[in-house]
Each structure stands twice: as structure tokens, then as C-alpha cells.
């Protein structure tokens, strides 16, 4: 394995090092804003009158809302969203079609004891090396997050979701091994990297909207989600008006309502939101750990047998 390990690293460096190279400085960028983000927190905590600024936002919402420091946490959570898919496809493209392309597989197919330990020995450190380099700011985005909702555990949080923790490497994996049987299909480099980075991004927009799906959403009233920090933390999935007698309404309905410019007060529809709670982030992160590491051995067993069936020219 320390052969493989060596190998990969001399076979992939400049990949490796340019995943190296964001992994660290999102990591940095991740480390600064929440260092940043506390100490405004432990400003507002000291001061006597909580008007305008971050300080006023928490404590209407519980949030730390200066523009430029907030929004840099926000835009290092975007990059590390991003990171897994596009490490995995950068990685895992080349990797099996490079062979085919140089031809290199004519040789080492043949000289190896077997096709499947072939490519085990050129996936597995690969895999490796690129979850020991994206450890950093797997644990690193927990941070901002924490900063600007300094009310709610990251672990009771869903904003960031899927760019911290656990799931930021899963994804990686899944991308990689899926990339890598894109490679074992088309011949060339840059149309499997082009290839895989469609299948990557459907498979992130797939991740979005199974957010809503691993658990089953809560009925929330609006009187109650102004309280306890409103939407922060949680995944709004439907919004919808009842009437008085229990009755859902339809959007027709509500729109006949609403245009009236004399209605009362007392006549309003109740507004009623479906949301997953922030409690059950640990029970969705573990949902789609599992799904992803499903989806991730049925894969590579395609990427084995397509790698048994391919001819090495």
C-alpha cells in the first residue's frame, strides 16, 4: 500500500496539489471568518445597547450579520460545497482514460496479476490521498457556521449542509468512483472530464432536493416559526393557508383572499409551514451516509465489471 500510495502521488501530483492547495485555503479562509465572527460576538455580548449592525440582528434572530465578514463565511461554505465534486471529477476522469488514450493499459493490464487488483491499486490510494487532503476543511466549515449562528449547534444546523462534516467526503468518493467509470466508457481525457462533470453536477442538484426527502417534514404554524429563530437552521419544504374551519386552501383561493384590500385582520387564512427540523440534521446526515455509501459500492462494482469486460485498446 505505501508503494501504491507513492505511486498515486507521483502519478496525480499536480492534481493532488492543486486539491492540496484549495483544501487549505478554504481552510484558512474558514478559520479567519469565524475567528473574525467571534470576536464581533463577544463585542455585542459586552455592549449596553444593541440597536443597529450585527449586534442588532443578534438579538432579533440569534445571527451575526456584518455584510463583509458574513458573507465571505457564506461564500467559503459555497466553495467547499463545490470542492468534493470537482476534486472527484478531476481525479477520478483521467484516471482510467488516460490509460486508454496512451495506450498504457496494453502494458500494465497484461503484467498485473489481475484486472480488478489493477484497479484497485490505482483507485483505493487515489480515494485515500484525497480524503486525507479534504479532512481539513471537512472539519473547518463546522466553523463558520458555528460564528454566524452562534445560537444553534452546527449539529443542529442545516444551513451548510452537505459542505462540512462527513458528507463532504462521502461525496467526494461517490464522485470519484463515478468519474472513473466514465473513463472506462469514453476514450479521452478531456470528454470524460467533460462527461463527468455533468454526471457530478446532477448528482449535486440530486443531493439538493433529497434534502426534503430523508425525513418526513412538521407541520409549523407562522406564529410559531417567528420564534426561536424563525427559518435559521431549518429546511422549508411547503407553504400553506387554512381556513378557520381546518380546510386547506387552494391557490386560487388565497390569492381571492389576499387581493381584497379590506379584509380584517381576524379573517386572514392561518399561514402554515412544512419544514424539517433542525433536530433531525443528525438523522438525514446519517440517511445519506448511508445512501451515498450504497450508491458508492454499486457503482464500483460497474466500474469492476466494465473494467474486466473493457478490451485495453
Given at each position: 500500500?505505501?508503494?501504491?500510495?507513492?505511486?498515486?502521488?507521483?502519478?496525480?501530483?499536480?492534481?493532488?496539489?492543486?486539491l492540496?492547495?484549495?483544501?487549505?485555503?478554504t481552510?484558512?479562509?474558514?478559520?479567519?471568518?469565524?475567528?473574525?465572527?467571534?470576536?464581533?460576538l463577544?463585542?455585542?455580548?459586552?455592549?449596553?445597547?444593541?440597536?443597529?449592525?450585527?449586534?442588532?440582528?443578534?438579538?432579533?434572530?440569534?445571527?451575526?450579520?456584518?455584510?463583509?465578514t458574513?458573507?465571505r463565511?457564506?461564500?467559503?461554505?459555497?466553495?467547499?460545497?463545490v470542492?468534493?465534486f470537482?476534486?472527484?471529477?478531476?481525479l477520478?476522469a483521467?484516471?482510467?482514460?488516460?490509460?486508454?488514450?496512451?495506450?498504457?493499459?496494453l502494458?500494465?493490464?497484461?503484467l498485473?496479476?489481475?484486472?480488478?487488483?489493477?484497479?484497485?491499486?490505482?483507485?483505493?490510494p487515489?480515494?485515500?490521498?484525497g480524503?486525507?487532503?479534504?479532512?481539513?476543511?471537512a472539519?473547518?466549515?463546522?466553523?463558520?457556521?458555528?460564528a454566524i449562528?452562534?445560537?444553534?449547534?452546527?449539529?443542529?444546523?442545516f444551513?451548510?449542509?452537505?459542505?462540512?462534516?462527513?458528507?463532504?467526503?462521502?461525496?467526494?468518493?461517490?464522485?470519484l468512483?463515478?468519474?472513473?467509470?466514465?473513463?472506462?466508457?469514453?476514450?479521452?481525457?478531456l470528454p470524460?472530464?467533460?462527461?463527468?462533470g455533468?454526471?457530478?453536477?446532477g448528482?449535486?442538484?440530486?443531493?439538493?432536493?433529497?434534502?426534503?426527502?430523508?425525513v418526513?417534514?412538521v407541520?409549523?404554524?407562522?406564529?410559531?416559526?417567528?420564534?426561536?429563530y424563525?427559518?435559521?437552521?431549518q429546511?422549508?419544504?411547503?407553504?400553506?393557508?387554512?381556513?378557520?374551519?381546518?380546510?386547506?386552501?387552494?391557490?386560487?383561493?388565497?390569492q381571492?383572499i389576499?387581493?381584497?384590500?379590506?379584509?380584517?385582520?381576524?379573517?386572514l387564512?392561518?399561514?402554515?409551514?412544512?419544514?424539517?427540523?433542525?433536530?433531525?440534521y443528525?438523522?438525514?446526515?446519517?440517511r445519506?451516509?448511508?445512501?451515498l455509501?450504497?450508491g458508492t459500492?454499486?457503482?464500483a462494482?460497474l466500474?469492476?465489471?466494465?473494467?474486466?469486460?473493457r478490451?485495453p485498446?
Open positions: 500500500m505505501r508503494r501504491a500510495l507513492l505511486l498515486a502521488w507521483r502519478l496525480h501530483k499536480w492534481s493532488l496539489v492543486a492540496v492547495v484549495a483544501s487549505v485555503g481552510s484558512v479562509v474558514a478559520v479567519l471568518t469565524a475567528a473574525r465572527l467571534d470576536e464581533l463577544a463585542d455585542c455580548r459586552a455592549a449596553t445597547v444593541v440597536v443597529v449592525g450585527p449586534c442588532g440582528v443578534l438579538a432579533e434572530m440569534g445571527i451575526i450579520d456584518d455584510p463583509a458574513t458573507g463565511g457564506f461564500a467559503t461554505i459555497t466553495v467547499l460545497a470542492l468534493p470537482a476534486a472527484g471529477v478531476v477520478g483521467p484516471l482510467l482514460a488516460k490509460e486508454f488514450e496512451h495506450g498504457t493499459a502494458l500494465a493490464w497484461p498485473a496479476r489481475s484486472r480488478l487488483r489493477w484497479l484497485a491499486f490505482s483507485l483505493v487515489l480515494a485515500l490521498l480524503v486525507v487532503a479534504l479532512l481539513a476543511p472539519m473547518a466549515g463546522e466553523l463558520p457556521i458555528r449562528y452562534p445560537g444553534l449547534e452546527p449539529g443542529a444546523n444551513e451548510g449542509y452537505g459542505a462540512r462534516g462527513p458528507l463532504l467526503v462521502l461525496r467526494f468518493v461517490a464522485v468512483v463515478v468519474a472513473a467509470l466514465v473513463g472506462t466508457w469514453v476514450r479521452g481525457q470524460a472530464l467533460l462527461l463527468a455533468v454526471l457530478a453536477g448528482i449535486g442538484l440530486g443531493l439538493m432536493q433529497a434534502e426534503r426527502l430523508w418526513e417534514p407541520e409549523r404554524a407562522g406564529s410559531q416559526m417567528e420564534l426561536d424563525g427559518f435559521s437552521g429546511i422549508l419544504t411547503d407553504q400553506r393557508y387554512r381556513s378557520d374551519d381546518g380546510e386547506w386552501l387552494s391557490e386560487e383561493e388565497v381571492a389576499f387581493s381584497r384590500v379590506d379584509i380584517p385582520l381576524d379573517e387564512p392561518e399561514d402554515v409551514f412544512f419544514v424539517i427540523p433542525r433536530e433531525r443528525p438523522d438525514v446526515v446519517l445519506e451516509s448511508l445512501a455509501v450504497s459500492a454499486l457503482v462494482a466500474l469492476a465489471f466494465s473494467v474486466q469486460r478490451r485498446a
